[in-house]
Structure formats: structure tokens, C-alpha cells
């Protein structure tokens, strides 16, 4: 069966600083990727997915870029952390084939000072 | 672009009482897709729809594809209090990653 895991669970950042966000996911080969952010009002925005190694689409331009360093990692980085980057970062894979249907994981807590 | 209307936002209810809540676009979408979500956890895929008129349970869970391809329903039968957090549907319009959530609908249940 798959897994999928994000690290850190919590991260509190002062602003300007750096951030990375760690994805991997288990069980599986070739999976698209994606990155989402949930802020307080509940609703769930696409940030970035990827289809493969190397491979992003970027769907809101903002402070945030991400990368695909191996088949089954993606990280989310910044390189100066604004406030308004605060939030709940969400991580999913699909199969390549089924994009339709995407899996979460357990997400990062993001709270910038 | 796509959005989705959910609702209720929010519902509080009784233990053993069934649940109804909806999703409408303004646009058609090629799947739905119902989440379960709770505190401080990634969201839970609970029921997958792919073709207008599709009429899926997965327990006390039974979701349908609206046949005008802009609606999604979720009902839960005999809410018990573990079914207690935000409910998301999704809808995906066909273009490769993208998924549409609406806002979510919280649910509370009372024991």
C-alpha cells in the first residue's frame, strides 16, 4: 500500500527566513505530486503539482517555489518567509494515470513571526 | 475560473440523525469527489464519482454525481460523533492537477 509523510509537523519561522517542507511518498513509482495550502478559512488552494522528476507547474505565482529532486520527494521552499505564508501546507500524490483522485498527507503546520 | 458552492458552512446535530450537504459549480466537472477532513489532519478521500447520475455508499456515507454534471450531494446516515470534521467536495474539470475544493462543510455532532 502507499504512505505519504511530511516533515516538519509544526514549524514556527520568523519572517525573512527560510522555509522547507519535505514530501515523500512510499509504495509507489512515478506518482504526480502536488503541494496545497489551507489557510484558516478552510478552503484548499493548489500551489504547485508536478508530473515527474524536475517537472513543476506553478499554478499562483507568490513567494513560494518547489522542486522534484527524486521521483517520489518534492519540498516546498521559500527563501524569505512573509507573514501572509502562514497556514497548513498540505501535500498529495496521485497515480499518473488517475489524477482524479489525490491522497493527502498529514500536513505541516506553518506559523511565521 | 471553476468554483464550488458548499453547503451548509456549518451544521450541528444530534447523534442518530442523518446529514445532508451539497456541492453546485458553475461549470461542469468530470469527477466529484468527497473528503473528510479533521483537526490538524490531511483530508480523507471518502467517495470518488465519475459519471453523471452515479449513486456510490461507502457505509453510512452515500454521495451522487448531479445529472446536470454541477452538483455533487453527500448524505450521512445515523450520524455518530466520530463523524465529527469538514467535509470538502472537489470536482476536477479534466486539465491534468486540477482539483477544485469547495470551502468545506463543518459538522458537529452532539452525543
Known amino acids: 500500500s502507499q504512505t505519504i509523510h511530511q516533515w516538519p509537523a509544526t514549524l514556527v519561522q520568523p519572517v525573512g527566513s527560510p522555509l522547507s517542507l519535505e514530501c515523500t511518498v512510499e509504495?509507489?513509482?512515478?506518482?504526480?505530486l502536488y503541494w496545497y495550502r489551507q489557510a484558516a478559512g478552510r478552503g484548499l488552494q493548489l500551489l504547485f503539482y508536478s508530473v515527474g522528476i524536475g517537472q513543476i507547474s506553478s499554478e499562483v505565482p507568490q513567494n513560494l517555489s518547489a522542486s522534484r529532486p527524486q521521483d517520489r520527494q518534492f519540498i516546498l521552499s521559500s527563501k524569505k518567509l512573509l507573514l501572509s505564508d502562514s497556514g497548513f501546507y498540505l501535500c498529495a500524490w496521485s497515480f499518473r494515470d488517475r489524477v482524479r483522485e489525490q491522497f493527502f498527507g498529514p500536513g505541516t503546520r506553518l506559523t511565521v513571526l | 475560473g471553476q468554483q464550488l458552492n458548499q453547503s451548509p458552512q456549518s451544521m450541528f446535530i444530534q447523534e442518530g440523525e442523518d446529514v445532508s450537504m451539497n456541492c453546485t459549480s458553475s461549470s461542469i466537472f468530470n469527477t466529484w469527489l468527497w473528503y473528510k477532513q479533521e483537526p490538524g489532519e490531511g483530508p480523507v478521500l471518502l467517495i470518488a464519482?465519475?459519471?453523471?447520475?452515479e449513486l456510490t455508499s461507502n457505509g453510512r456515507l452515500t454521495a451522487q454525481f448531479g445529472i446536470t454534471r454541477k452538483d455533487s450531494f453527500l448524505n450521512i446516515s445515523a450520524s455518530i460523533p466520530s463523524d465529527v470534521g469538514i467535509y470538502f467536495c472537489?470536482?476536477?474539470?479534466?486539465?491534468?492537477?486540477?482539483?477544485?475544493f469547495g470551502k468545506g462543510t463543518k459538522l458537529s455532532v452532539k452525543p
Open positions: 464519482l465519475y459519471k453523471a447520475g
Open positions: 509504495g509507489t513509482s512515478n506518482p504526480n
Open positions: 472537489a470536482g476536477h474539470g479534466g486539465s491534468q492537477g486540477n482539483l477544485i
